[in-house]
């Protein structure tokens, strides 16, 4: 029902920024939630955040609160995280996905993008 495509990744300096995007098609895109996960090399596939359909509530995981932002443009079937003050620790395969269902403490979006490199450097 949706497809998600991720794009905005790139080597970045430690101090530095990135915004990720993340570009849906299909036509209820207002419907869905969306979020950005991450893996590095030899870890499990963790939360980094959510956005709500409206754009107003936003989900955040302890590592990415007060770095990073979450945004969405509905007209534009975009979605945004913008990722300040980055760490080494940062460094990971971003993913976009998205749910029909509210954010929850077991939120498993069925719907995924591929993916976009982040590398950042000490």
């Known amino acids: 029902q949706v497809q998600l495509v991720e794009s905005g990744g790139g080597l970045v300096q430690a101090g530095g920024s990135l915004r990720l995007s993340c570009a849906a098609s299909?036509?209820?895109?207002?419907?869905?939630?969306i979020g950005w996960f991450r893996q590095a090399p030899g870890k499990e596939r963790e939360f980094v955040a959510a956005?709500?359909?409206?754009?107003?509530?936003?989900y955040y995981a302890d590592s990415a609160k007060d770095r990073f932002t979450i945004s969405r443009d509905n007209v534009k079937k975009m979605v945004y995280l913008q990722m300040n003050t980055l760490k080494p620790e940062d460094t990971a395969v971003y993913y976009c996905a998205a749910d029909l269902s509210p954010y929850g403490s077991r939120w498993s979006p069925p719907w995924w993008g591929q993916g976009t490199q982040v590398t950042v450097s000490s």
């Open positions: 299909g036509r209820t895109f207002s419907s869905f939630v």
């Open positions: 956005i709500g359909w409206g754009g107003i509530t936003a």
